[in-house]
């Protein structure tokens, strides 16, 4: 690890190695405060350095050696952020706070000793699931058998859960309707295409919502487009790159550039958590010899599924889904990746579906990756104002894109005696043309491979 000349005078260790955040970036920011309403953290605690301004401010002092990299608040600070990306969207600097906040959180992986007991956490809950799609699989598998065999009610009647600190992750899974999809398994195609796309099939998404890749996959066939899941996909690496773990998270986005190949077709993806991740690839692989370029053009190539079909003229819906329903707009889409009128433009194509707007639709539910899990007591707090929101819309549910927020969203509502069903928009959009019964009629076809 190199020092500088600062630190030795000063006492004080400063960033080192690789994933330095970028003094220019830092730069960037005039702290003028325009972040600071749009700051979940700030709006929960009014604390200045719970914002992104403040952040910033000690980054940039760490930076510059006024600050120890070790010092409590900096470390209290870069893991306190959501990274929610909220300040992004409406800096009128154009600061990057995103790769910042991940660089930091890399520094402080580097260079501190973790006890050995969080160690092992991370790398039990981190490194091995997500360093091998086949081991979620497998573990998803196993959940939706606990699931269907009724066995998850008698632990819950026992205690077991309580006693194995593992009631809350129990209360966020959903019900886990299909098995899981396996990559370079399956396929869907129309009798006419008039185009073709790839789909990420993710780690959660193709597991514990594998129904709702299917039903993208049913969706992109009603409207002409072939939709192949390619083999050889891991996992995005986002929760790593959070994690500040990016060598892993580094590997990952080669395999999955890998599995993709060089050519031009699109590649939708289906959580907004994993779009941003990859439309990031070229950031992350910057400094890659080998991979830097070919990063570049995979980042191009990856839209969000409500991004790629917002932009098409779609085949008209052939049944009514009479509802109402509010939409909880995802961070890493409407913030990371800006999207947010298309979401609103698909399900105003569905017949009989009615749009009930929630109060604050984009501040953050408090799912952050894996956030509620380490930090409860915040993600709770955020996630009952959000559960508060929806409930008085008294829409019949309540729709996102994003699985994090999907889970996160029915623990509160949950929590705040509300049955309100959660659903992936995808789901409405594949209800509108019949679901999976429509194969029979003749409208797509699944391709079996392998």
């Known amino acids: 690890m190199s020092i500088s000349i600062t630190d030795i005078v000063s006492g004080r260790q400063g960033f080192s190695g690789s994933d330095v955040p970028d003094p220019d970036l830092l730069a960037a920011c005039v702290h003028c405060g325009m972040c600071l309403p749009t700051c979940p953290t700030y709006r929960m605690t009014g604390q200045e350095a719970s914002s992104p301004r403040g952040r910033l401010w000690l980054m940039r002092a760490v930076g510059e050696g006024k600050l120890d990299l070790f010092d409590p608040e900096f470390d209290e600070q870069m893991y306190q952020c959501l990274n929610c990306r909220a300040c992004e969207a409406v800096c009128p600097s154009g600061v990057q706070y995103g790769p910042l906040v991940e660089a930091s ?24 699931p997500f360093e091998d799609i086949r081991r979620i699989r497998a573990s998803v598998k196993l959940l939706r058998l606990y699931q269907r065999s009724g066995l998850n009610r008698l632990v819950r009647r026992a205690g077991v859960l309580k006693v194995l600190r593992l009631e809350t992750l129990e209360a966020m899974l959903p019900e886990i309707a299909e098995p899981p999809l396996v990559s370079g398994k399956e396929s869907w195609a129309a009798s006419t295409t008039n185009g073709h796309v790839n789909l990420f099939n993710g780690c959660v998404m193709s597991t514990v919502f594998s129904n709702v890749n299917r039903a993208t996959g049913r969706v992109m066939a009603h409207n002409g487009i072939k939709c192949d899941v390619p083999a050889g996909q891991q996992c995005c690496g986002a929760l790593h790159v959070h994690s500040g773990m990016m060598d892993e998270a580094r590997k990952l986005a080669r395999e999955n550039i890998d599995a993709f190949g060089t050519n031009d077709d699109e590649i939708i993806v289906t959580a907004a958590g994993c779009g941003a991740a990859l439309k990031e690839y070229d950031h992350l692989l910057k400094d890659d010899p080998v991979y ?7 980042s191009h190539r990856v839209k969000d599924v409500t991004e790629y079909l917002g932009g098409r003229d779609l085949v008209p819906a052939t049944h009514r889904v009479d509802t109402t329903v509010t939409y909880q707009e995802p961070c890493h889409l409407a913030h990371a990746q800006r999207i947010s009128a298309q979401p609103r433009k698909l399900m105003e194509h569905i017949p009989g579906v009615s749009i009930c707007e929630m109060k604050e639709s984009s501040l953050c539910c408090g799912s952050a990756g894996i956030y509620n899990i380490i930090r409860k007591e915040m993600a709770d ?19 996102t894109a994003n699985p994090g927020c999907h889970m996160q969203l029915r623990t509160s509502l949950r929590r705040n005696n509300s049955a309100m ?27 079996r491979q392998g």
């Open 292 to 298: 830097a370029e070919r990063a570049k053009a995979f």
């Open 421 to 447: 069903p959660v659903r992936h928009i995808m789901e409405l959009m594949d209800e509108s043309y019949g679901g999976k019964g429509t194969a029979k009629a003749g409208s797509w076809a699944i391709e």
């Open 105 to 128: 959180r890399a520094q402080l992986e580097q260079h501190r000793k973790r006890p050995a007991r969080e160690r092992v956490v991370r790398k039990v809950a981190l490194s091995m």
């Open 381 to 399: 707090n955020l996630g009952d104002r959000k559960a508060g929101h929806i409930v008085a819309t008294e829409a019949d549910q309540v729709v």
